[in-house]
């Protein structure tokens, strides 16, 4: 018989997942098909995220920190180590590896604890069938299941450059990016957007010379450019080379290396060689086998399943959610919508309030922001207050040794309702939440202002901020 569910969900990343979870506690019958294998050939639940993305890229961040602190820093705290510390590469990957696998265990334990019915394999339309539609389960046994509602949550990949597909030894996605064997001498990196910067400084910290060459003439161009100013002065400081407005005309790689030929921003011919080369220039929606044509589900122009407000697709009860529909390609925005979907069928009134989507790029330091950039609201002629404050006058940050940066407030001059929160800095990607739970609920910078912070904490460097909007810091 064939196996009927109120909701079929396709993907196990952080949108699929936790769409089946918020569905079945919702009361539904729930399945969710995913295709990833572990290195056994087991399930990896969890996506992009938790196999090659947020989780493993987090963990390395933590261990090359640690590793340049015990370089760098301990001195400066009277820790005097008896020999020049050493990276153990293959002890650092196993941990990462460690993490990786009590994030799926742990999705494997929550969908047994709901009740979804987990499938492993690559899941397909086939068509509709009498209430719903079959979907095939291409897995060990192929098999077919039939959904009343499906949820299409196949995520994103990597972007290629043309004429250089990956290897994943010396031309290398995120994949790699991840699982280098051992320092490289000369480490190129194609794109400095979220990965280029988080992947670069993981392996400059452990030694490699990281050289990131972008398209782009100006760098962080989305986030605020005083706080974007900082961030390059830090970069640039701690030994990443980054040139921008470059042009690649080639990538070759052989014996010697990889070979990238490219025009700088004055358009003179310049090479690169070096050992590996990650290519980080943005992801494609991943719509590769679900037989998307072959029942009509609708892409956009760019490939993207193509969706409504309330993630919607062209065809009736099926939803897509996540990096493979427009919207900001993050963890994050993925549950939301996972969440707010699985409310929809429920026929209640999800919401995503894309206004109040968080970023953060976990770099040293770390950047953070909620809501609109001041070149926004001046390109938009919206009447603003701006507040500053460096973490170099708060005393936890002195505290920690750890100075670096600003936390920005952008206000409505007339209401000072909070219109953009920019943070460069330590811990950036914790102080941004209260920033987040200010914009949701409409705060003003003075709210912000009068509510007691504790001493000494990163987040009064937030309340004075706040109070800069108003010119009127306390400890500056
Ligand atoms: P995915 O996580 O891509 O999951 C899709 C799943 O569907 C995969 O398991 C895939 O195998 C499966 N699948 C696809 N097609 C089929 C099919 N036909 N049948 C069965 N299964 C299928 N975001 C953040 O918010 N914070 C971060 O710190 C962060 N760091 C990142 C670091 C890196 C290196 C990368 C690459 C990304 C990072 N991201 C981060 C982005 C984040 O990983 C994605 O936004 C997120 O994973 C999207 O979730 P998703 O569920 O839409 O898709
Ligand atoms: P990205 O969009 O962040 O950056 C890509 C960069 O490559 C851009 O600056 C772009 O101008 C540049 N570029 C594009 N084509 C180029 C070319 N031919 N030559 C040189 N430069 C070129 O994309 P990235 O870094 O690949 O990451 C993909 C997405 O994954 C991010 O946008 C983000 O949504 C997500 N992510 C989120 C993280 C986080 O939240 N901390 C961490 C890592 C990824």
């Given amino acids: 018989m064939v196996k009927q569910f109120d909701v079929v969900v396709i993907g196990a990343g952080p949108g699929g997942y936790i769409a089946a979870i918020r569905a079945a506690q919702l009361g539904m019958s729930v399945a969710c098909i995913d295709e990833w294998k572990n290195d056994s050939g087991g399930p990896a639940p969890g996506g992009t995220c938790t196999n090659v993305g947020c989780i493993p890229s987090k963990a390395l961040l933590q261990s090359s920190e640690y590793f340049d602190h015990a370089h760098h820093h301990f001195a400066d705290h009277g820790i005097v180590l008896a020999d020049v510390p050493t990276i153990d590469v293959a002890k650092m990957l196993g941990r990462k590896n460690g993490v990786v696998k009590q994030n799926n265990d742990g999705i494997l334990f929550l969908f047994k604890k709901n009740k979804v019915s987990f499938f492993h394999g690559r899941g397909s339309f086939v068509g509709t069938a009498d209430g719903g539609y079959e979907i095939k389960v291409a897995g060990a046994a192929d098999e077919v299941i039939v959904g009343k509602q499906v949820v299409v949550a196949t995520g994103s990949t990597a972007r290629a450059l043309p004429g250089a597909a990956f290897d994943e030894k010396q031309i290398l996605s995120n994949d790699g990016a991840l699982s280098i064997g051992a320092v490289p001498k000369k480490l190129g990196v194609i794109g400095a957007g979220v990965i280029g910067l988080e992947m670069g400084s993981v392996w400059r910290r452990l030694g490699a010379d990281v050289t990131i060459l972008e398209a782009l003439p100006a760098f962080l161009g989305a986030v605020d450019q005083q706080i974007a100013k900082e961030a390059h002065k830090a970069f640039t400081k701690q030994g990443l080379k980054m040139s921008f407005g470059v042009k690649i005309d080639s990538v070759k790689a052989d014996k010697k290396g990889v070979t990238v030929q490219y025009a700088d921003d004055q358009g003179a011919a310049q090479t690169l060689v070096v050992d590996k080369l990650i290519v980080s220039i943005g992801r494609l929606p991943n719509t590769t086998g679900l037989n998307a044509e072959g029942v009509g589900l609708k892409l956009d122009e760019r490939g993207f399943v193509a969706v409504d407000d309330d993630c919607r697709t062209s065809l009736p009860n099926v939803w897509a959610v996540g990096d493979v529909v427009r919207g900001p390609m993050l963890a994050h925005k993925a549950e939301e919508e996972g969440v707010a979907v699985a409310e929809r069928i429920a026929g209640q009134h999800g919401h995503v309030n894309f206004n109040t989507i968080p970023w953060v790029?976990?770099?040293?330091?770390?950047?953070?922001?909620?809501?609109?950039?001041?070149?926004?609201?001046?390109?938009?002629?919206?009447?603003?207050?701006?507040?500053?404050?460096?973490?170099?006058?708060?005393?936890?940050?002195?505290?920690?040794?750890?100075?670096?940066?600003?936390v920005?407030?952008?206000?409505?001059?007339?209401?000072?309702?909070i219109l953009g929160v920019h943070i460069v800095g330590p811990m950036a990607s914790e102080l941004i939440a209260e920033a987040v739970v200010a914009m949701e609920f409409r705060a003003s910078s003075e709210d912000i202002a009068r509510i007691c912070h504790a001493h000494p904490s990163l987040s009064e460097a937030t309340k004075e901020a706040a109070l800069a909007v108003d010119k009127r810091t306390l400890n500056f």
């Fill in 408 to 417: 920005k407030f952008l206000a409505d001059a007339k209401t000072d309702e």
């Fill in 361 to 406: 790029i976990y770099t040293s330091p770390e950047i953070a922001w909620v809501g609109q950039t001041e070149q926004q609201l001046k390109a938009a002629g919206r009447d603003y207050k701006a507040g500053t404050f460096p973490f170099m006058a708060n005393g936890r940050a002195r505290a920690l040794g750890d100075t670096t940066g600003m």
